[in-house]
């Protein structure tokens, strides 16, 4: 082989290596990439199904319902608009309590019941994630028309 056509190939070589990369680093980013829903958004079908995202809201009073000798807690989160039942498995976060602010992951089952991943439960009084801020305000909003 000739020496410009050695270069050639190596350049040939270089760009495909790039790109595969790319292509890798996107696909893991878009199979990482969590998107936020509220109650109505979930209720209304605008949730992606098979696909973990994360649904904000209040948690209902009197809905939290523990089962007997495990770690799988029931309980409502709603916007004030709509309400989506969810089921966890595992230990809640020492903030987490009815008539609270809560963001869940995980995603919705075949019962239409959202199945979490992870509850995370706001840290003080004055704080709400934006994303439930907004959903909730966006409720409100559109109960007052």
């Known amino acids: ?8 190939a190596l350049i040939a070589g270089v ?7 790319v292509g890798f680093g996107f696909r893991a980013f878009q199979e990482n990439l969590s998107y936020f829903f509220s109650p109505s ?6 949730s992606p199904t098979g696909r973990s995202f994360r649904l904000g809201g209040m948690v209902v009073n ?5 089962e007997a000798g495990s770690l799988t807690i ?12 969810v089921r966890y498995t595992g230990v809640l976060p020492d903030l987490f309590k009815e008539g609270k602010g809560v963001v869940v992951r995980g995603q919705v089952g075949a ?11 706001k840290h003080d009084e004055n704080y709400m994630p934006p994303e439930v801020k907004d959903a ?7 109960e007052n028309k």
């Open 1 to 8: 082989m000739k020496p410009r056509q050695q270069r050639m």
């Open 111 to 121: 019962d239409g019941r959202f199945v979490a991943q992870e509850v995370l439960a």
């Open 15 to 21: 760009l495909v290596g790039v790109v595969v990369a």
């Open 74 to 85: 029931d309980f409502t989160v709603t916007d004030f608009a709509n309400a989506v039942p």
């Open 41 to 46: 958004d979930v209720a209304a079908g605008k």
């Open 136 to 142: 909730l305000a966006k409720s409100r909003q559109a």
């Open 62 to 66: 009197d809905s939290v319902q523990r």
